[in-house]
């Protein structure tokens, strides 16, 4: 590891999550209150998760359900916080029915951190960290994309996702706030709720196996993705909010492997006999056909690897949905 990372920056600090019940954010709140011993307020409005997740962390952290879009809620947390996690999200899967939903939480609370923290006197604030999506590639023609490949925007989602990113680094050039955007790819693993209709695919893939239920497989299951193991997400976001090299920055988090869906399913009947598939049509969100992502430059400048690969991935998913659901 890099000689510039400093660990212990983050021991005792006071630090905000937005979005902090969601599969990224709870996971990210463990760690911090875990390894960290940090002082963690949560942020979150409950509309796609529920404090019950936090479970043994409940009496560990501050949690607040309110939205981010509340001003006066937010500002006091926000004039607390020496690191800021915004991972506030409106989901993909809901991008063409909500919009507007989007645009708000995705773009415009972003804004509103931003603005609150610009013209706000903050002495022990440190640093922002704007979680971003390696959806805004969308169908690039050349892969692995790189930070700078032309972006290619298919979604509502992605589009505010994308806008977000646009005003954090706005904030960076022009008022010289001190932020950090990390762009990841298909997380998975622990805490990735089933019954959330929102859970990734590889979630539900693995919670049907166990259930006995076929795996639903949407077009011809040759579509492709960049998949990245929580621990793994985790500790690269933990990274972007004390490593000096990312002041500033955007870094893509993924692993450079490519994951056929079909070939998921083939993994998790590796490990779980006789599985069934079901294919059905395409949805309106299956327009990427190939995801991988180039992860050299946070390798080169923060030291960040992957430990787990995919298949590690699945078997550690599978044990933790068969303890917590079977
Ligand atoms: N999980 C992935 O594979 C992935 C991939 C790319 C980017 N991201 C980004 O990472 C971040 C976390 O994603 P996730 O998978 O944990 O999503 P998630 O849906 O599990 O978590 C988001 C949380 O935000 C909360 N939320 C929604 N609107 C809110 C509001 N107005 N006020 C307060 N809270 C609100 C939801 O209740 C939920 O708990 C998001 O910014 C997302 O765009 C995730």
């Known amino acids: 590891m890099n000689k510039l990372i400093n660990f212990e920056k ?3 600090k006071k630090v905000l999550v937005t979005g902090g019940l969601g599969f990224v954010g709870h996971n990210l709140v463990r760690t911090l209150v875990n390894q960290y011993h940090c002082d963690v307020m949560v942020v979150d409005d409950c509309s796609n998760s529920k404090p019950s997740i936090l479970g043994d962390l409940t009496n560990k952290v501050r949690f607040y359900n309110i939205s981010v879009l509340d001003k006066k809620a937010m500002a006091p947390l926000l004039a607390e916080a020496n690191y800021i996690y915004h991972l506030a999200c409106k989901q993909i899967s809901v991008s063409s029915s909500d919009p507007f939903g989007h645009l708000a939480v995705n773009g415009q609370s972003t804004l509103e951190i931003l603005e609150y923290l610009r013209h706000n006197d903050l002495p022990d604030f440190e640093r922002f960290i704007y979680t971003s999506s390696c959806s805004i590639y969308g169908s690039s ?24 990113e646009h005003f954090v680094e706005v904030y960076f050039r022009n008022y010289g706030l001190p932020v950090s955007t990390i762009r990841y790819s298909n997380v998975y693993g622990y805490g990735q709720t089933p019954n959330n209709p929102y859970c990734g695919v590889l979630g539900k893939f693995i919670h049907n196996a166990l259930d006995k239920k076929p795996l639903m497989i949407f077009g011809d299951g040759e579509q492709t993705r960049d998949y990245t193991f929580i621990t793994d997400a985790v500790e690269a976001t933990i990274l972007a909010a004390i490593h000096p090299m990312a002041l500033g920055e955007v870094f893509n988090i993924g692993t450079s492997t490519e994951t056929s869906v079909s070939q998921l399913a083939a993994m998790i009947g590796e490990i779980i006999p006789d599985i069934q598939i079901q294919y059905l049509p395409e949805r309106d969100i299956d327009n990427v056909r190939r995801r991988s992502i180039d992860i050299e430059k946070i390798h080169q400048r923060l030291g960040w690897t992957p430990k787990t690969t995919i298949r590690k991935g699945i078997a550690e998913t599978i044990n933790w949905y068969r303890d917590t659901y079977f």
Do not use: D
Request: hydrophobic share 30%; glycine share 4%.
């Open 10 to 12: 983050l021991k005792n």
């Open 141 to 164: 023609m050349r892969l692995p994309s790189h930070e700078e490949s032309s972006k290619n925007i298919l979604s509502n989602y992605s589009a505010t996702k994308l806008l977000g």
